[in-house]
Every structure is written in C-alpha cells, then in structure tokens.
C-alpha cells in the first residue's frame, strides 16, 4: 500500500540550479498538494490541484511551478533555486471534500547552498 | 482569514504523565479540525479529527472535542508513553479541503 510517493527524498542545490520533485499517489485522489514545512512555522500551502487539469496558488508559491502531469503524479519545480527555499517538502492526496483525510508523503529534504 | 495558534513546545513529559495541547483557532464558516502526528524522520500522518461542533476525535488514547463556543480542538492523553514523542500540528479545514496547519509542538516522553 504505497500511498503517497515523493522523490528524491534528498537533494543538495546550488543558488541557481534547478530541479523537479516527483509526487505520485495511488489511491485515485481528485486533490494533490504541494506543502514546504520550516522549523516554527508548521506547514505552508505552496500550490495545490483540485482536480486533474487545474492547478491554484496556495500560500507560498513565489519561485515555484506546478503540473498535475494526470490524475495520479502532481509535480514541483524550482527553477531557479534560492538559500530560502531550503526546506522539508511533503506532497499530500485527498478526496476533493471539506473534511476529508489528507494523506501526505515521506517528505523531501531540500537544502540550496 | 483562517488561521491555527497551538501552544508552544517543547514540551517534556515522563511517561504516565497527563498530556494536554492547547489549539484555538480563527475561521470564516464551519471548519474541520484535524490533530496530525509526525514521527521522527516521518511524514505527516492523521491522528484524529472532528468535522462539527460537539464532536470527540480519539485514536490511540488521544482525544480532543471540537468546542465551538471557545473556537478550540485541545489534545489530551490520560497516560503517555515514550513512543508517542513527536511533533504535533492542529489543522483546520473550511468549506473546502486545503488545510492550515498550526506551528506544531514538539513532545518529548521521557522513560
């Protein structure tokens, strides 16, 4: 039962360097999410996807890119990254109802030096 | 907006000890109010929930009950032990299904 997959699981960037994290999950989700989670300040909303072939900002979404690439992999890109977007960051599934379970991943340890 | 304050950790605990984290929250509407758990090196995981007023969440000897008239959704174990060292995040949701997390406490149960 895998879930919520995200790749890699750590990745060391250069100021300026760019790169895609993987998300994909299993349980025929309508919703994906992408979060970043910094020490004090819980977890942040960067995008999100209510459905297949929608994307909307969430909180943070400054430096960053999303596609719902199909119903089941939602992916995150930095394309040029920044010492700030060093973080913790976790993709998460739901069913598209208020109150539903989100499901969330193992998270991706993301440090740009 | 919508908006989660939790109480600040750390905190530290032996084991038997009473646990209590306080959350309150701000929302427009009716929220749900979620407790999420995240274990050492883990990702988040769902530890209880509650979707309207007077509700009681519980699992794994934790509870919390969803009060309205003090807009709260405070967490209590009656009896902790080691394992249950994590970090904790109150969360809501209102109206749709993007969550707003509180800054999380981070318990730590000492044998």
């Known amino acids: 039962n895998a879930g919520v997959t995200q790749t890699p699981k750590f990745q060391v960037l250069k100021t300026g360097q760019s790169m895609t994290l993987q998300c994909a999950q299993d349980m025929n989700h309508n919703s994906m999410y992408w979060y970043r989670q910094d020490p004090g300040m819980g977890l942040r909303l960067i995008y999100y996807?209510?459905?297949?072939?929608?994307?909307d900002k969430g909180e943070v979404p400054n430096g960053y890119n999303v596609s719902r690439l199909n119903k089941r992999e939602f992916s995150l890109r930095l394309e040029s990254a920044a010492p700030s977007q060093t973080s913790v960051y976790f993709c998460a599934s739901s069913e598209a109802n208020a109150g539903n379970t989100i499901y969330f991943g193992e998270g991706s340890w993301l440090t740009v030096v | 907006g919508n908006s989660v304050t939790q109480m600040e950790g750390p905190v530290t605990l032996s084991e038997e000890a009473f646990l209590t984290i306080n959350c309150t929250y701000t929302a427009t509407g009716y929220p749900s109010l979620f407790w999420y758990v995240q274990y050492p090196g883990e990702g988040l995981q769902l530890l209880l929930k509650a979707t309207k007023a007077d509700d009681k969440g519980s699992n794994k000897g934790f509870e919390a009950t969803y009060r309205k008239e003090t807009t709260s959704f405070h967490l209590e174990k009656g009896s902790v032990q080691v394992s249950d060292s994590a970090v904790y995040f109150c969360?809501?949701?209102?109206?749709?299904?993007?969550?707003?997390f509180g800054a999380g406490t981070t318990v730590t149960v000492r044998a």
């Open positions: 969360a809501l949701s209102v109206n749709d299904y993007k969550l707003s």
């Open positions: 996807s209510a459905s297949e072939g929608t994307t």
